[in-house]
């Protein structure tokens, strides 16, 4: 099957429901197992009969369960991502009581550089790239190049465990859909994570009924970024995957990112694909896993603009 016939397979099965309007962000309800909530952010200056802007879609990772709170609303107090459809659809009302709108302060640089930002609930991302997250990312694409001005190819990220539905994507979607990747504190070693931090959650993402290693190889190995850092039966998958920029902590207190973002830059590195990797905490000091210390505006903005620029020449 091609890129092409697997991403029009991915988007038939996921069916899009307009849900309405809240302020500048226009929200989506997508099928799939979460039906999942999509927010839209517009720059100031969008013209839909202009030039295509350049796009960002934004995975977040677990717990982003919303149960009416700001606290439940953010992933720390400096990094409001953005919050969702429940405790009655509150959030998307700006006349309700304790309205907040999707944003943060990278959204907000990306919009002040002319991009349309994105994001997807995928189920709470308590999915672990499987193929029901990674279609309906896939299936929000296709959604977003229908019905905006943007370009073919957007970037894609990732924080946490939604750098594996990020990874997921750029399989189905293919390489040339995509021009880079950003990872935020990322899980990205999947075997590691069920053998140490996450099995129940991978279990269940993936339908595994026991702790054998032998049934997690069989059914959701191939999913992990770190056995297969880029997949594709193409010669020249390698050269297409897009260029890949990793922010993690050394003093991550979820994710021991020498197994995660560490060993993953290295393995991309090794196929001769082009990744940047930054660590955000210094020697001695501690950056927890969601810290606003990983969210870097400008440093993402200024990557992006030349990841554009090379692309272009």
């Not at 943007?150 to 293919?174: D, P, Q």
């Not at 990322?186 to 993936?206: D, S, V, Y």
């Not at 850092?229 to 998958?237: C, H, I, R, Y």
Request: charged fraction near 25%; glycine fraction near 10%; proline fraction near 5%.
């Amino acid at each position: 099957m091609s890129t092409d016939e697997g991403l029009q397979a991915a988007c038939a099965e996921m069916p899009v429901r307009p849900h309405g309007k809240a302020g500048d962000a226009l929200v989506y309800r997508f099928g799939g197992e979460g039906n999942d909530w999509c927010f839209v952010r517009l720059p100031y200056q969008y013209d839909p009969d202009g030039k295509p802007h350049p796009w960002i879609l934004c995975n977040h990772g677990n717990g982003w369960v919303m149960d009416g709170t700001e606290r439940k609303a953010n992933w720390s107090e400096k990094t409001q991502y953005g919050v969702d459809t429940q405790n009655d659809g509150a959030y998307l009302h700006m006349d309700a009581p304790g309205y907040r709108r999707y944003s943060n302060p990278t959204i907000e640089a990306f919009l002040r550089a002319g991009y349309v930002v994105c994001g997807a609930q995928n189920d709470g991302d308590l999915l672990y790239g499987n193929d029901n997250c990674t279609r309906a990312c896939a299936s929000f694409y296709q959604h977003m190049v229908e019905t905006y001005r943007v370009e073919r190819k957007c970037f894609i990220l990732g924080a946490s465990n939604g750098f594996m539905t990020t990874v997921g994507a750029v399989r189905t979607l293919g390489a040339d859909r995509v021009l880079g990747i950003i990872g935020q504190y990322p899980l990205c070693h999947l075997r590691h994570a069920f053998m140490h931090t996450h099995r129940e959650g991978i279990k269940r993402a993936f339908g595994i009924a026991s702790d054998d290693i032998a049934e997690f190889e069989s059914k959701a190995e191939d999913a992990d970024p770190c056995r297969a850092p880029v997949s594709g039966t193409e010669d020249d998958a390698v050269s297409k995957w897009p260029p890949t920029l990793l922010v993690w902590s050394s003093t991550d207190q979820v994710l021991p990112m020498e197994e995660h973002a560490v060993k993953y830059a290295a393995l991309l590195r090794a196929r001769g694909i082009a990744v940047d990797d930054i660590r955000v905490d210094q020697d001695g000091e501690t950056c927890l896993h969601g810290s606003y210390k990983h969210f870097l505006p400008e440093t993402f903005v200024s990557w992006c603009r030349t990841v554009r620029t090379r692309d272009a020449d």
